[in-house]
């Protein structure tokens, strides 16, 4: 029974929801949380998107996975929450910095244990242990986003790295999932260059994978008040409002695309090591 439902959810059309992330500052939400250094990273995730992931499509004491992990911040939220975690990222700081920076989430009470190690995310079976097979719940990651081209419209050089990069990550997240295992993708849209970052990407890296999008959500960015959207961040436009439905397009910083996928894997891909890892 539980087969055919999972079969027919991978068949319907992609669920659409909004999830409200701007209810607080996001300063707020970062407070206490990071090691000094933290800030330099251009590309932080919002924290209350990380818990919000976590909370909805995982379970204490599950796995979660960042194989674009940066300072940490889907890592910190999954200790916090009772997930135990690991993150592969390439540049050995922000390695350093976000594996700081789970030791400061366990000792605020986080009951989850995480790793980070460096390497190469289109590569993981490179730089993940074989022991992790079959066993993560949940990936929620980013990709790093380009940076905006003043007086062009796209770069569409970008457009394709971004698509095929991803494709290589969630190639090598496959051998590691659980058969109930759900993928999360998240993708930033610039203030002034929305195009930079083409919302097919994900999709077209996932469908490449061998995933099935079942869920697109927007995180809103700003605080949702009286159906107008308030920005709640100093990178968002300054004192800004636009009907919450009407115009969300015109305000494209004021929201995340979210993907979420599943995978109905072959049997080959699901056995999990018999001696399994903690990390």
């Avoid at 029974?1 to 027919?8: F, G, K, N, T």
């Avoid at 109930?180 to 994978?209: F, K, M, Q, S």
């Avoid at 996928?261 to 903690?278: E, M, N, Y």
């Amino acid at each position: 029974m539980a087969d055919r439902q999972l079969s027919a959810s991978l068949m319907s059309p992609p669920q659409r929801s909004v999830w409200l992330l701007g209810q607080r500052p996001v300063a707020a939400q970062r407070r206490g949380k990071y090691v000094p250094g933290s800030a330099a990273h251009p590309q932080r995730m919002w924290p209350d998107l990380a818990t919000a992931a976590i909370i909805r499509y995982s379970q204490p004491g599950d796995l979660v996975l960042d194989p674009l992990a940066g300072v940490g911040t889907t890592l910190i939220e999954a200790v916090a929450a009772g997930r135990d975690t690991i993150g592969v990222d390439y540049e050995p700081d922000w390695v350093r910095l976000a594996q700081a920076n789970l030791h400061r989430a366990n000792r605020a009470g986080g009951t989850g244990q995480g790793m980070v190690l460096a390497g190469d995310a289109t590569a993981l079976s490179d730089v993940l242990p074989s022991a992790l097979r079959g066993r993560v719940a949940l990936v929620v990651t980013s990709p790093p986003h380009g940076r905006p081209l003043q007086g062009r419209v796209a770069n569409r050089t970008r457009r394709v790295d971004l698509a095929a990069g991803m494709t290589a990550v969630l190639t090598g997240c496959l051998p590691l999932l659980r058969p109930d295992a759900t993928v999360v993708v998240t993708l930033r849209r610039h203030p002034n260059h929305p195009a930079v970052e083409a919302p097919d990407a994900i999709p077209a890296a996932g469908a490449g994978a061998g995933l099935t999008l079942i869920e697109h959500t927007i995180g809103l960015l700003a605080d949702a008040h009286d159906d107008r959207l308030v920005p709640t961040s100093p990178v968002r436009p300054p004192a800004t409002t636009a009907p919450l439905w009407d115009d969300l397009s015109v305000h494209t910083s004021a929201y995340e695309d979210i993907y979420v996928f599943r995978h109905q894997p072959s049997a080959d891909l699901v056995a999990p090591d018999q001696h399994g890892v903690r990390p």
